[in-house]
């Protein structure tokens, strides 16, 4: 048996291996800072043939999903990459491949919302997707991404719900370090070729998203409501399968460190989470009972898990890295609550905004903040 | 954990001596991670990056605030570099044609700019200081000779003897500054 590959790659060139490994059939792309390394990657396997794919240069983000759609729906394994923006001008034909229950995987690499422009990260961009349909994950380093866009596609595939990979521009995608790639005969067990139900076909002709009465709609609608939340424990699998196979975990729905004991309880995802478990080391030199938990899928929200994984009494600290607009305060602190209201009444929840627009966020900083809001 | 931040203009390389520098780290058996600033990416001006090296996986993902190591790629800015902070007990390696005194942290000097020029390495934008910063990086760091070369090899396969040649003067004739 070969053993698993080290290699120094960035959070990009960790995604573009993936969608080697997958076995990509078909890949539209359109470039945006600071998603653009990925696509650029992924072009040139397919030009030297390491990708045996079909590589669609698309005018924008909007076409780039239409063609992932329309590919998809014929029955190919479809994966695009974007940021920021280019995600919003898709945000229509999101809803197209959630409502047309096409398994995309699309990785977004998370990064401010114009106006004014940025280039650095934040999560507005993909936190603005919540309600298109689209399952979601957030990742935390380089090998999770490699790790999460193979879980993504199978999940996908089994329930007919497109998939996004979240990670942070620069902070991940342009960061360089140690990448273990897994032999590609383990991730062909792990992920086997897609074999859809049903796929658009000229030999059988058939006609795909009619206008529908309300009666035929609404249960379409309900059904994709249901199946959301039943990626729950497809997730879970997936991560678990993926660990028996290749010996690497990233947690399934969440992600915890030094929690069981913790009445601090720090709550955030991307980059920034991973920066967390050292602040939680300072914290815990000081004395303070400090824990991590990270929620790794942010849709389906992983409700149960996090209510069964809080210590009692716990002070949740939210460091929200967007804004729920119209709110005090960030969208992961408003899930929260809502999770959590009338079950566990014992937890308190604070909330801060910060590392908007790529303000750093460093170990020293996001500990001295949670030892704040301590008093607050 | 080891902390280090390159400071540098836009233009000097600053990225591919965070990258040689993270590689070395693997190669030496360890983690390794850089993390460049990518800001507007502008010739000459002011650029930074940040390398980390540890036994243990890294879960850092901020600019080094406090490293341990500063790296100043041209002597118009060290004092910008350290006002940006290093860590109390930090040491600072410049590239200076001479020894630039820094008060209360150890000091390292290496002439990349000669050595680069003297192994041939330059354009018409000026000498690829990088790869005698690397070598003499790698020597403060006391990341073995081999290693350095090794990872040169690795990054630039056949095509590697001037690179070789700078990296090892610098690796050999950077100095300490006496305070």
């Known amino acids: 048996m070969k053993a698993a590959e080290v290699v120094m790659g960035t959070g990009a060139r960790a995604a573009a291996l993936a969608v080697k490994s997958a076995r990509v059939d078909v890949v539209p792309g359109y470039p945006i800072t600071p998603q653009t390394s990925i696509i650029e990657a992924v072009a040139a396997m397919v030009e030297n043939g390491e990708l045996h794919a079909r590589f669609i240069p698309v005018e924008g983000e909007h076409s780039a999903m239409a063609a992932a759609v329309a590919a998809s729906a014929a029955g190919a394994r479809v994966f695009t990459a974007t940021s920021a923006n280019g995600l919003l001008y898709m945000h229509e034909v999101l809803h197209m491949a959630s409502g047309g229950r096409l398994p995309v995987v699309m990785c977004n690499v998370n990064r401010g919302i114009f106006a004014p422009w940025t280039l650095w990260a934040d999560h507005q961009d993909s936190m603005a997707q919540r309600d298109t349909g689209w399952i979601q994950y957030h990742c935390s380093s380089n090998q999770e991404v490699f790790n999460t866009i193979l879980q993504a596609f199978r999940v996908a595939e089994q329930i007919n719900i497109p998939v996004m990979v979240n990670f942070d521009g620069f902070a991940i995608s342009h960061c360089l370090m140690p990448l273990t790639l897994p032999p590609q005969e383990d991730i062909d067990r792990f992920l086997p070729p897609h074999e859809p139900e049903w796929r658009l076909d000229p030999a059988h002709p058939s006609s795909f998203s009619n206008v529908t009465n309300a009666e035929e709609y609404a249960p379409f609608r309900q059904m994709l409501s249901d199946d959301i939340m039943a990626a729950i424990p497809l997730v879970k699998q997936a991560a678990q399968e993926y660990k028996d196979i290749t010996g690497m975990w990233d947690g399934d729905t969440i992600d915890t460190y030094r929690l069981e004991d913790a009445e601090v309880v720090a709550f955030a995802v991307n980059s920034m989470a991973a920066e967390l478990k050292l602040s939680i080391d300072i914290l815990r030199q000081q004395g303070i009972k400090a824990g991590l938990l990270r929620p790794r899928l942010y849709l389906p929200f992983p409700a149960e898990d996090i209510i069964n994984a809080l210590p009692q009494n716990a002070q949740v600290m939210v460091l929200d890295r967007n804004y729920n607009f119209g709110h005090p305060g960030g969208i992961l602190a408003s899930e929260l609550k809502s999770a959590l209201f009338g079950r566990r009444n014992d937890i308190t929840v604070k909330n801060r905004v910060m590392g908007i627009g790529g303000i750093d966020l460093p170990r020293r900083f996001m500990a001295d903040e949670i030892r704040a809001m301590m008093d607050e | ?179």
Request: aromatic content about 6%.
């Open chain 2, 1 to 179: 954990m080891l902390e280090l931040r390159i400071n540098g203009f836009g233009g000097q390389g600053s990225v591919t001596l965070a990258h040689l520098l993270a590689q070395a780290a693997l190669e030496n058996g360890e983690q390794g991670q850089a993390l460049p600033f990518f800001g507007v990416e502008r010739r000459g001006a002011p650029v930074r990056a940040a390398v980390r090296m540890s036994s243990t996986t890294i879960h850092a993902h901020s600019q080094c605030e406090l490293p341990d190591y500063v790296v100043v790629m041209s002597e118009k800015l060290t004092e910008a570099a350290l006002s940006e902070g290093i860590n109390e007990i930090g040491t600072v390696i410049i590239n200076a044609p001479h020894a630039v005194p820094v008060k209360k942290h150890p000091t390292w000097q290496v002439d990349a700019d000669t050595i680069a020029r003297e192994a041939g390495l330059f354009s018409a934008d000026g000498p690829f200081i990088n790869i005698p910063l690397f070598g003499a990086v790698c020597r403060v760091l006391n990341i073995p000779q081999n290693v350095m070369e090794q990872t040169i090899l690795n990054k630039w396969p056949g095509n590697g003897e001037r690179n070789l040649d700078a990296a090892g003067k610098a690796y050999n004739t950077v100095k300490q500054i006496n305070i």
